[in-house]
Nanobody, 119 residues
């Protein structure tokens, strides 16, 4: 079973930066949409950022202006550059990739990487 693998999480101080990466453990071809989600204790899973195959991006209001999502289509790798981190950004961050085959969408998930921002 091919899964996504996130990396780059850790413990940082408020105001610092961190970059997350996500790539498949195996080969996944033609990923159409990549997304970053996060889930903090006691909260619902939140969609953080989305990037389409053509590079169009969308961000949640809470991270817009601070986070940047990008992708390397040749390597099917996604990144999340996080600047000016706040304690409320503390969460487990998950990457999600979707691809369409014969009109059917398939989703792939990572195991999550912990981001902790100290005040």
């Amino acid at each position: 079973q091919v899964q996504l693998v996130e990396s780059g999480g850790g413990l940082v101080q408020a105001g610092e930066s961190l970059t997350l990466s996500c790539k498949p453990s195996g080969t996944i071809f033609s990923i159409n949409i990549m997304r970053w989600y996060r889930q903090a204790p006691g909260r619902q899973r939140e969609l953080v950022a989305t990037i389409g195959s053509g590079g169009a991006t969308n961000y949640s209001d809470s991270v817009k202006g601070r986070f940047t999502i990008s992708r390397d289509n040749a390597k099917n790798t996604m990144y999340l550059q996080m600047n000016s981190l706040k304690p409320e950004d503390t969460a487990v961050y998950y990457c999600n990739a979707r691809r369409q085959v014969l009109g059917i969408w398939y989703a792939y998930w990572g195991q999550g990487t912990q981001v902790t921002v100290s005040s």
